[in-house]
């Protein structure tokens, strides 16, 4: 059972454009949100993260929008670079007890930013 | 000067044999995981124990076995490696309850089994 789908699977975008990237969400307990990037033949790394209370969050060319009601949350990539090129996953966390620090993945979207 | 670290960085084995890979953190943290990376990139946990004890063991076979002899360290073994056992594994630690914060992964060992 897929808990949090990812789309799309790939993407591609011109040097200064926009990347968005999807995620739904099923388990009303996931509480905390990140969003990880991931170069080929390293570990994931975290870019960005949301809690649900808050609807939008900002880190320099890195947004996340977050709807709770529809369970939904998106990254968006202004002027998407070169650089940016790497496999993004959004992924969830639920509260504490036997599942603590649990983090379910998305499937993944293979970015890549055209020069 | 790394955070999470791991060995080794590339394993190749044959069918049947028994390997171990290592990891260590130094970030101070309490909880540490293993995450399997599949064929298609899909991550899931593994194990995950906080303070050297086993918290979370999702449906993995027997064969494989975390240790955590401190809670700067978690090892996995694998006995009697399957073909199915390709993959990359990833380690990583966080901080302890009540929220895993500063989440860090480890820059993963590529099990290849022949």
């Known amino acids: 059972q897929q808990q949090v789908k990812q789309s799309p699977q790939s993407l591609i975008v011109q040097k200064g454009g926009i990347s968005i990237i999807n995620c739904a969400y099923e388990?009303?307990?996931?509480?905390?949100f990140p969003w990880y990037q991931q170069f080929p033949g390293k570990g994931p790394a975290l870019l960005i993260a949301i809690r649900p209370d808050v609807s939008e969050k900002k880190e320099g060319r890195f947004t996340i929008s977050f709807n709770k009601s529809a369970k939904q949350f998106s990254l968006h990539i202004m002027d998407s670079q070169p650089g940016d090129s790497a496999t993004y996953f959004c992924a969830a966390i639920g509260k504490g007890g036997t599942s603590y620090g649990k983090l379910t993945f998305g499937q993944g979207t293979i970015l890549t930013v055209h020069p | 000067d790394t955070a999470v670290s791991q060995t080794p960085k590339y394993l190749v084995t044959q069918m049947g044999n028994d390997k171990s890979i290592k990891c260590e953190q130094n970030?101070?943290?309490?909880?540490m995981y293993w995450y399997k990376q599949d064929s298609k990139k899909f991550l899931k946990i593994m194990f995950s124990y906080n303070n050297k004890e086993l918290i979370i063991n999702e449906t993995v076979p027997n064969r494989f076995s975390p240790k955590s002899p401190d809670k700067a360290h978690l090892n996995l073994h694998i006995n009697s490696l399957e073909l199915g056992d390709s993959a990359v594994y990833f380690c990583?630690?966080?901080?302890?309850?009540?929220?895993?914060?500063?989440?860090?992964f480890g820059s993963g060992t590529r099990l290849t089994v022949v």
């Open positions: 990583a630690s966080s901080t302890g309850p009540p929220m895993p914060y500063g989440y860090t």
């Open positions: 970030l101070g943290h309490d909880t």
């Open positions: 388990n009303t307990a996931f509480d905390y």
